[in-house]
């Protein structure tokens, strides 16, 4: 039995320094410096441990014991840190710092225990298994429990986290966390159990399955590389909503945006995650229809103003569909810059209103609508207020009588010019409006900076369709005749072309 305990811990201690040199390369990644203190632990538990069995006296087995007390009561600590860097739980960092001052006033008065017997009431030697059997006292088996307390809690962490992460990262999570139940399972029934039963084997060797456990996953799963953690901040910190839903619609994953873009959708929604899709989106809702199918849509968000693309793509497994990964983008900044560009393809820099491309696309919106009159209007001698009083003077005047016109579907066609459609308006009944405007253009004039006033007026020109117009050209080119009749008579006059 002896030979089977010294086998079991030089495995240990090799395996042990395996993976210490294989996560000291890795240090830079979360949990990894914590995974070497842990291994460093379980090395000096176990070496202590082969030298106890080795030693010939009491004297030094009871040296060596105390030494692997260094591994046994800082491991569970470390386990506790590793499990806050794993899971980046960088908040509960104190409580391990408090956790390594416990486990070093432990180790203090295990060495110096002789003196006070606060940890330790007494000492057995057991030949058969060539072990020495300690006889805790109350404090040392407080500060035992303790131990235990800080294992089960970094379960508790481990367990939690598992929920939060990818489906990918989940398998590695699992593995980490079996190990860790078997760390801890093995000291448990070795006191509970085995020690009742005059079964005193080295804790460390209990340790072995966790250790190989950890071995495996880091073969398997490349156990530190960057590329997990890294895609696992990705998907928490990224503005684009993901959602993962399997075969069922159910949504097995989901990050923080995409959450909080469901909550406004569906603010009667309490739990998202595991719900399935069908049963959180109305039937009508386009939603529904991406989460089942590729393709893509876009919503707007009514409350908030804004709006959302979806865009949905198929998951395959070996071949074989096994659910969807949905992702929703912002893209309300994309659309206020569209709403812009078009604006400004549309609308004249000066005065707001239509340009002239924007104004012969409006006929064709409105030539349905018979009668369509058309103004054609012109600023009386605007080079003249150029030239006497400047071309900003004359933007003004411009800009002044455009306002005008906000009401109308107005356009400037150019320089001084103006067009304004009038749907199911004849051109007797446009007559009016026109009339109406030129008389608030000749009441209205412009005030200088040095209190003077501009009074200025304008010509009008009027067709409808009704005069045999069948085209956007044919009806600018009537208004545009009867506008200049205008300016030929007298100029501040609204002149009827007629045929």
Request: net charge neutral.
């Amino acid at each position: 039995m002896l030979f089977i305990q010294l086998f079991l811990l030089i495995t240990s201690v090799l395996l042990l320094v395996y993976i210490a040199v294989y996560a000291f390369t890795y240090r830079r990644v979360p949990g990894a410096t914590a995974v070497v203190m842990l291994m460093v632990s379980g090395i000096i538990w176990s070496t202590g441990a082969f030298l106890e069995l080795m030693s010939g006296t009491f004297e030094v087995m009871l040296f060596w014991r105390n030494i692997q007390q260094i591994g046994a009561f800082s491991g569970p600590y470390i386990l506790f840190l590793f499990a806050v860097e794993y899971t980046g739980r960088q908040r509960l960092r104190p409580v391990a710092a408090a956790g390594f001052v416990i486990a070093s006033l432990a180790v203090l008065l295990i060495f110096t225990n002789e003196y006070h017997h606060i940890m330790r009431s007494g000492y057995e030697l057991d030949g058969s298994w060539g072990t020495l059997v300690v006889i805790r006292s109350t404090f040392g088996s407080i500060l035992v429990g303790l131990n235990y307390i800080a294992g089960l809690s970094s379960l508790l962490l481990m367990g939690s986290h598992i929920r939060r992460v990818s489906a990918e990262e989940r398998s590695r999570v699992r593995l980490v966390l079996i190990s860790m139940v078997l760390t801890l399972v093995g000291p448990f029934l070795k006191t509970a159990v085995f020690s009742d039963l005059g079964i005193h084997i080295s804790i460390s060797v209990y340790y072995l399955p966790g250790a190989l456990l950890i071995f495996y996953a880091m073969r398997k799963y490349d156990f530190f590389n960057i590329y997990p953690v890294a895609r696992d901040t990705v998907f928490q910190v990224l503005r684009q909503g993901i959602m993962v839903l399997d075969w069922e619609s159910r949504i097995v994953d989901i990050n923080p945006s995409a959450e909080a873009l469901l909550g406004q959708l569906f603010p009667e929604i309490e739990q998202i995650r595991n719900k399935s899709v069908i049963d959180l989106i109305p039937e009508d809702n386009r939603l529904l229809q991406i989460c089942s199918e590729e393709g893509d849509a876009e919503i707007k968000v009514l409350e908030t103003g804004r709006h959302y693309l979806f865009q949905s793509h198929r998951i395959y497994r070996k071949g074989i569909p096994g659910g969807m990964v949905v992702i929703a983008q912002d893209i309300t900044q994309l659309k206020r810059q569209e709403l812009d560009l078009r604006r400004l393809s549309e609308t004249d820099s000066l005065t707001g209103l239509y340009n002239r491309r924007k104004f012969q696309a409006t006929y064709e919106s409105l030539c349905h609508r018979r009668p369509l009159s058309l103004l054609m209007i012109d600023i009386d001698r605007f080079k003249q207020i150029n030239d006497t009083y400047g071309h900003s003077i004359g933007d003004q005047v411009i800009k002044g009588f455009a306002d005008l016109l906000q009401s109308y579907e107005a356009a400037r066609l150019g320089g001084e010019e103006f067009g304004l459609f009038l749907p199911d308006i004849d051109r007797l009944s446009a007559y009016g409006v026109a009339e109406k405007l030129r008389t608030q253009v000749e009441a209205q004039g412009i005030t200088l900076p040095d209190g003077r006033t501009i009074a200025y007026t304008s010509s009008i020109g009027i067709t409808d369709t009704n005069l045999g117009g069948s085209s956007y050209d044919q009806l600018l080119h009537q208004a545009d005749t009867a506008m200049y009749q205008a300016k030929q008579r007298s100029r501040n006059t609204t002149v009827i072309y007629e045929t």
